[in-house]
């Protein structure tokens, strides 16, 4: 419940949207060139096999298999084809329209393409992360997250969640549009709760923290309430730890010391809600716990290099 609760509180200041945007059945031979977006993009296999190649080399080319999920965290440029010497062909071609579009106009009803060989039925959509800054979150994440799917399916989490997704996005009930952001917002936690139960993160970070369940606990303080008076006794104690022991396995997993993380954190948190526009730089400043403005200006522009 730590690790859900951290990550969950993370995602509040990302403001994370998104939707499926595209379900296609292809016949080998064919393949598709998807350029680099401000979108994380995801795809899954739902049948058949095919290729995740990079546009730019920034990854190593990845075999998917029917019921395999990979998911592009920082929109990189890539190529999904049925075998690696086809050659690909734009997506804005591929499917008659403007990819430059919001995402979430393209067509979502079935759309076959290729030509009359295997065949390959593919779902995908995309993540959108509204901040213009560096986050923790995404910082973290590989060029490619992939997780596979069991026995030539998804994962029974995936499967469901697409359908329910794919049939609120398709509807015209009011409120869908909204419903669709939070399912998609519980996708994105599942496919990281996955990716932390399965994957080595590389190096220090917040995630490699919260696979430790004892650091998951003061890291969900933190995230989820950073206005609080915290002290490294306080952290310690939320993970059960000793102050020496807590200090030690926090900077050895993080990355950092336990102070400088909230004090960072505090920063990003202040960032989303200064850009919200809601709040002054006073209650922006109180929100994070500071009690005068000169001062959390400081530590602002310390941290993020501009001043509130």
Known sequence: MEVVDALASLLETVHLGGSLYFRSELGAPWGMNVPASREAQFHVVRRGRCWLLPSDGSFDPHPLDAGDLVVLPHGSAHILVDDPATPPVPLADLLGCNVD?????????????????????????????????????????????????????????????????ADVAVSDRPGAAALVNRLTEALFIQVLQAYLEEADPAGPSWL?????????????????????????????????MSRSAFSARFRELVGEPPLQYLTRWRMQVAANLLRAGELSVMEVAEAVGYGAEASFGKVFKRFLGVGP
């Open 101 to 165: 579009v919001p995402a979430d106009i393209l067509p979502l009803s079935p759309t076959h393409l290729g030509g009359d060989g295997a065949r390959t039925t593919l779902i995908c959509g995309f993540f959108t992360f509204d901040t213009g800054d560096a986050h923790p979150l995404l910082d973290v994440l590989p060029a490619v997250l992939t997780l596979r799917g069991e026995g030539g399916r998804a994962r029974r989490w995936l499967e469901s969640s697409l359908d329910l997704i």
């Open 208 to 240: 490699a923290g919260l696979r430790d369940a004892r650091l998951a606990r003061a890291l969900g303080a933190i995230h989820g309430e950073p206005a609080s008076d915290w002290s490294v006794g306080t952290l310690a104690a939320h993970a059960g």
